[in-house]
C-alpha cells in the first residue's frame, strides 16, 4: 500500500496486552508508534540515539530503546510500555518505590527509568545497592545524583518480594 509516494504495511502489536493494528511506513520507529499512532505518552524520545534510555521499554519482558527499533520488527513480540506497569490507583512495585523514594524529579526520564528497573527486578529479587546503580547505569537523568532512584531499585525489589511473600507465589 502506498501513501503519496511512501510505502506503507499494516502492523500489529501487542501492547500492554491490547493488540493494535495500523499502516505505518515501514521505517516508522517504536518509539513514535507507541506515542503517535497510539497515543501512549509515556514513553519519552530524549536523544534518539538508543543513549538516554528514555524511551526504553519492554519487548518480550526485555528493556529495548524504543527509538531504536522499527515498529514492524515488533510484531509477534509482547510490548509493555510504562502505562502497561501500573495506573494512578494501583501502581506497580517500581513506581511505589519511585514515590517512597524521592526517586523522580522532572519526571522525562522516569519512565525509561521504570521499564528498566521492572525487569531488572524480575532476574534480580534481591538487588544490593551496587547492582542497582549497574542496572540503570545506561538511562541518563540530568535532575538526580541517582542515590534516591538507587535506593527507589532496592525498595521495589522488596516490595515486589512482600507482594509475592502476601500471595503466596514462589515463582
Do not use: W
Amino acid at each position: 500500500m502506498t501513501m503519496g509516494s511512501a510505502v506503507t504495511v499494516e502492523v500489529t502489536l501487542s501492547v500492554n496486552g491490547v493488540s493494535h493494528t495500523r499502516t505505518v511506513e515501514p521505517r516508522r520507529l517504536l518509539s513514535d508508534f507507541l506515542r503517535h499512532d497510539l497515543r501512549l505518552t509515556g514513553t519519552h524520545v530524549g536523544c534518539e540515539h538508543g543513549v538516554c534510555g528514555a524511551c526504553t521499554v519492554l519487548v518480550d519482558g526485555q528493556p529495548m530503546r524504543s527509538c531504536l527499533m522499527f515498529a514492524v520488527s515488533a510484531q509477534e513480540h509482547l510490548i509493555t510500555t510504562v502505562e502497561g506497569l501500573g495506573t494512578q490507583d494501583a501502581m506497580g512495585p517500581v513506581q511505589q518505590a519511585f514515590v517512597e523514594c524521592h526517586g523522580l524529579q522532572c519526571g522525562f526520564c522516569t519512565p525509561g527509568f521504570v521499564t528498566t528497573i521492572t525487569a531488572f527486578i524480575e532476574e534480580n529479587p534481591d538487588p544490593t545497592l551496587d547492582e542497582a546503580r549497574e542496572a540503570i547505569s545506561g538511562n541518563l537523568c540530568r535532575c538526580t545524583g541517582y542515590q534516591n532512584i538507587c535506593k527507589a531499585v532496592v525498595r521495589a525489589a522488596e516490595i515486589k518480594r512482600d507482594l509475592k511473600a502476601q500471595r503466596g507465589d514462589d515463582t
